[in-house]
RNA sequence: GGAGAGAUGGCAGAGUGGUCGAAUGCGGCGGUCUCGAAAACCGUUGUUCGCCUUCCGGCGAACCGGGGGUUCGAAUCCCCCUCUCUCCGCCA
């Protein structure tokens, strides 16, 4: 959420600045200023004539207390109509307020000044690229076949106990899902980032926090009876940590790692491309994420692109990373850049994660703010998040990448974690 | 699920209709003392919104779990909701 003095200030610069994202902004700010100017128009009087109201009151209760009855009684005749005057601006405030919201909240932060425009996924733009792309042998499988063939994950069996798309993990299927996860958790941990098990399932405020709702509502599962959501990212419950929070600067940076399942409906988003490990309803991953004093935050959004892309290298994974273009990002993101790791036997890029920084849009709906030393004004803060990784994908691209006559070769950091070298 | 108790500032904890944004203690910050530190003492210490101000800041409004009501006036009275705790039941 932007802030409304920033809307104050910089119209046409935030008109310019959405255009980049393909948003047209124009219109709704026209109204948001409208609706902001006749708030703060109504809020003076109504302050004025308030300010009258509590002095009257304090007379009379000076008045009573000193035995002046009929006095107080003249006093108080006073006060009706200007209880009354009062009672009818304020009423017309809740209503602003509302509308003045709603608008708001339509609004997409804006792209960092280095983010080009354009569409979707073919304006984004290659920043570098790595590891090596293996050629395999014209009998290569794609991962689907290569998981039925040893029988490490059934989807079938996955159907029948929820649905599509909730696969069920078994024997070294099982523990290399379980080995990447803690491979992911030490390395984040020696990277300085605390490690959090948070709730899986979150109330409306930490969806509203984080940007899933209002809008995004059709794509978290929910929990009618109790009013939960099913967490899509850990991100969720992991930043609403710092929701109502006035934290000291040098408190900055926070560093959180956390592992949960994922849950996303993706509604209507099945197709030719989601086979297999693609695209599931239920995954696991592993997310980082910073609360950061705003004057750091793209240094640290540095240091976390260097942190994933040091994952994907032990992995011994061909990758490449993707800074992302105004039309192909997220409605929170100021920055994002993508890592996407190459599938060998179905021959493309798979996005194994997603590293974005949220400057203060997210920090301006959670109220995260922070503290100077010696200060008393509080500023907003920065929030970054990344994944670090998200498993499925990195499973497909292991078993298509790895696979050899005599099986899938586990890349060699993990060993230590599965205790087996070879899926056979 | 049944019965009861409660929700007050960073924390603890007073306050049951009238200058209460709220006593007191602890913590935090600044100072005195000290070579320095501790102790002691003094001072200070919430957030949001509006108006004014070049800065420092000033003035006003709102906030004692959330929402509504009574009243000239509500932390205090009434109603609804949420949450927490205790006991019982059930249970990984």
Redesign the pocket.
């Known amino acids: 959420m932007l ?3 920033l809307i104050r200030e910089k119209k046409d610069f935030i008109i310019e600045r959405l255009n980049v994202k393909n948003f047209k902004a124009e219109e709704i700010i026209e109204r948001i200023l409208a609706l ?2 006749s ?3 109504i ?2 009087k ?3 004539m ?2 009258e ?6 007379e ?3 008045l ?2 000193n035995g002046k009855k009929e006095e ?1 009684e003249a ?2 005749a006073k ?2 109509s200007l ?1 009354e005057e009062i009672k009818l601006l304020s009423d017309k405030i ?1 209503p602003i307020d509302i509308d003045l919201k709603n608008e708001i909240v339509r609004l997409p932060n804006l792209p960092h000044e280095s983010v080009a425009g354009g569409h979707g996924a073919d304006d984004n733009v290659k920043v570098r690229q790595g590891g090596v792309i293996p050629q395999l042998s014209v009998t290569a499988l794609p991962h689907w076949d290569l998981i039925k063939k040893n029988n490490i994950i059934d989807f079938d069996l996955g159907i029948k106990l929820t649905g599509a798309g909730f696969p069920v993990y078994l024997g070294k299927g099982a523990k290399l899902e379980r080995a990447l996860i803690n491979f992911f958790l030490d390395e984040g941990s020696k990277a300085g980032y605390r490690e959090v098990m948070p709730p899986i399932v979150v109330n409306e405020d930490s969806g509203f926090g984080t940007g899933q709702l209002p809008d995004k509502e059709g794509q978290m599962y929910h929990a009618n009876l ?1 009013n939960f959501y099913l967490i899509p990212t850990a991100e969720v419950p992991v930043t609403n940590i710092y929701r109502d929070v ?1 934290l000291n600067a040098e408190m900055l940076p926070l560093k959180n790692i956390a592992y949960t399942p994922c849950f996303r409906r993706e509604a209507g988003s099945w197709g030719a491309h989601v086979r297999g490990l693609n695209r599931l309803h239920q995954f696991d991953k592993v997310e980082i994420v910073r609360i950061d004093h705003p004057d750091h935050s793209y240094e640290s959004l540095t240091e976390m692109v260097n942190h994933v892309e040091n994952l994907v290298s032990k992995l011994e994974l061909p990758y490449r990373i993707l800074k992302l273009c105004g039309g192909d990002m997220s409605f929170t993101s100021a920055l994002t850049y993508d890592f996407e790791v190459w599938s060998a036997a179905q021959k493309r890029w798979l996005e194994v994660s997603s590293v974005s920084n949220f400057e203060s849009f997210q920090a301006n709906r959670l ?1 995260c ?1 922070f ?1 100077e ?2 200060e ?3 500023r907003l803060v920065h929030t970054l998040n990344g994944s670090a990784l998200a498993l499925p994908r990195i499973v497909a691209a292991i078993l298509e990448n790895n696979q050899t006559e005599s099986g899938i070769k586990i890349p060699k950091v993990l060993i230590p974690y599965t205790g087996f070298d070879l899926i056979n």
């Open positions: 802030t409304i003095n902001d100017s708030r703060r128009e809020q003076s109504t302050d004025n308030q300010a109201m509590n002095q009257i009151s304090r009379i209760g000076i009573m207390k107080a006093a108080k006060t009706y209880k809740v109790d006035i109220k703010r503290k030393k010696g008393k004004q509080t």
